[in-house]
């Protein structure tokens, strides 16, 4: 599935070098579609891709545009087109409530604290998370944590949802809770793991390589390329 044009992430021959050793290099890709899947070795490159897109990071060559917005000229926008989820929730999570998290992106959107707070406990109500409005964060498990940051980012109403990474700590059922919300979203999703069997339903999945596409399209083509390498590689190992 696809979505309109000024929705799609264009790279157009872009660099980036990382600790001095360039990583990118030329690299062009056009993602359209609604639900695309990142996959590949460790270093890799995968969260280097998504910081450029939602731009933490920048090229040193070449340009991204986001949804319409260019990264480098119009980098203060795209917070609010593009949300990002950490890895690790303790990366994402400042606040020491549920309704304070996700009242900040609120009022970063133009909210006043009174508006933000009426509005952040109605979300959490409509997620059936209305007990955590007022529980401190810290008192919550790894899993609840990670739903806290995704519906923290979700409340902002971005067009684009990344994720890198975010299974890490979930048990099965907190993972099965989760890609019933991710498939449930309107928005589109880039979504970097090495739970490959997450990605059956994605519309298209790149396999990144050492910086470069190794493949890139349909899930299940593109995984099994992805397996059979690495069973060769471990095949030659010593
Ligand atoms: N904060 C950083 N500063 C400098 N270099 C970094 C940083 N993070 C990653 N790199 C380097 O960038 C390259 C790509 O790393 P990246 O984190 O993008 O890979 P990845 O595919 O996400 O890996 P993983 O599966 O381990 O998360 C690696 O060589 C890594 O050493």
């Known amino acids: 599935m696809t979505q309109p044009g000024d929705r799609n992430i264009v790279l157009s021959g872009v660099s980036l070098a990382r600790q001095d050793r360039p990583l990118f290099a030329g690299l062009s890709l056009d993602i ?6 990142l996959i590949g ?4 490159g995968k969260s280097s891709l998504l910081r450029l897109i ?15 917005l260019e990264t480098k000229a119009q980098r203060a926008s795209l917070p609010g087109k593009v949300g990002f989820i950490f890895q690790n929730p303790e990366h994402q999570i400042v606040f020491p409530t549920g309704a304070e998290e996700l009242a900040f992106g609120l ?3 133009g909210m006043n604290s009174k508006q933000a707070d009426v509005a952040a406990r109605a979300f959490l109500a409509a997620h ?12 919550l498990s790894d899993g609840q944590k990670q739903h806290l940051c995704i519906l923290a980012i979700l409340v902002m109403m971005p067009s684009l949802v990344l994720l890198d990474e975010p299974f890490s700590s979930l048990d099965l059922p907190s993972r099965m809770k989760f890609m019933k919300m991710i498939a449930a979203l309107p928005q589109q999703v880039i979504m970097a793991s090495h739970d490959l069997d997450v990605f059956a339903n994605f519309d298209r999945v790149i396999w990144i390589d ?5 493949a890139d ?21 010593p």
């Open 32 to 37: 359209a579609e609604l639900r695309v899947g």
């Open 41 to 44: 070795d460790n270093g890799a």
């Open 54 to 68: 939602n731009g933490l990071l920048l090229p040193d060559a070449g340009a991204i545009v986001v949804h319409g």
């Open 107 to 109: 009022r970063c959107t």
């Open 128 to 139: 059936d998370c209305a007990d955590w409005a007022d529980t401190s964060v810290g008192e």
């Open 210 to 214: 050492g910086g470069k596409i190794a």
């Open 217 to 237: 399209g349909a899930p299940a083509q593109v995984i099994a390329a992805y397996r059979q390498r690495c069973v060769d590689s471990i095949g030659r190992a």
